[in-house]
């Protein structure tokens, strides 16, 4: 089954500890991104990659960092987390169409529920 | 930069009803996405679309590229359809710098 999975769902931590969310896509997929959801805001995303090894920022990229080692992992690193950066986490996925980028149907996973107290 | 407006905001509606829920965006683009996210958060693609129609079910969406609009609709609405519905627009003219979102429509069909 195509499947975007992310870990934990559920996270509460303490300022400034520093973490990861994981999130693998068995798809194949060259392009991956992350995105924070929050209320009145919507969506917004923090950083994408578009093969591995080939990252960059969004629209709200501080206070995180991101790899891309290998193609189906695109970890979200909070180095040192704080209390702003509460909010729910999505991990997408999407396939690159040669010769140009273009969009094709993107899959998300679960969600990671960020508490940072 | 894109942006990207879905109205209504909130809709509440009858088992049956006919639903439609808009979305607007300002410059040109390479597709647009319809998305489902039910209570407890998981999101999923429903649509993907860059000209004329397509329908799945009971879910019907329609993209004008010229007037830079899209609506999707629901026949026959159930509660089961509950739930917030959003448009994402990815950037034409290349460059894989993800979707911009809007800020979704919260959809509630009453039994």
């Known amino acids: 089954e195509a499947q975007v999975t992310q870990n934990p769902r559920y996270l509460i931590t303490v300022t400034g500890k520093k973490l990861t969310v994981t999130c693998s896509q068995n798809?194949?997929?060259?392009?991956m991104s992350w995105y924070r959801q929050d209320p009145g805001l919507g969506l917004r995303q923090i950083y994408y990659s578009m093969n591995v090894e080939v990252t960059d920022k969004g629209d709200v990229p501080e206070g995180y960092k991101v790899s891309r080692k290998e193609k189906r992992n695109f970890p979200l690193i909070l180095e040192s987390p704080s209390p702003n950066q509460t909010s729910l986490y999505f991990c997408?996925?999407?396939?690159?169409?040669?010769?140009?980028?273009?969009?094709?149907?993107?899959?998300f996973g679960q969600g990671t529920r960020l508490t940072v107290v | 930069k894109n942006e990207v407006e879905q109205s209504p905001q909130n809709l509440t509606a009858q088992e049956g009803e006919f639903i439609t829920i808009n979305c607007s965006y300002s410059?040109?683009?390479?597709?647009l996405h319809w998305l489902q996210q039910h209570p407890g958060g998981g999101i999923v693609s429903l649509f993907m679309l860059s000209s004329g129609k397509k329908k799945h079910g009971r879910l019907i969406a329609t993209i004008n590229i010229q007037e830079k609009h899209s609506s999707l609709h629901i026949t026959a609405s159930h509660p089961r359809d509950s739930a917030v519905y959003i448009c994402?627009?990815?950037?034409?003219?290349?460059?894989?710098?993800?979707?911009?979102f809007g800020k979704g429509t919260h959809l509630i069909i009453q039994p």
């Open positions: 798809m194949n997929h060259e392009y």
């Open positions: 994402a627009v990815g950037r034409s003219g290349g460059g894989a710098d993800g979707l911009t």
């Open positions: 410059v040109g683009i390479s597709a």
């Open positions: 997408a996925s999407t396939r690159r169409l040669a010769p140009r980028w273009m969009n094709t149907e993107a899959f």
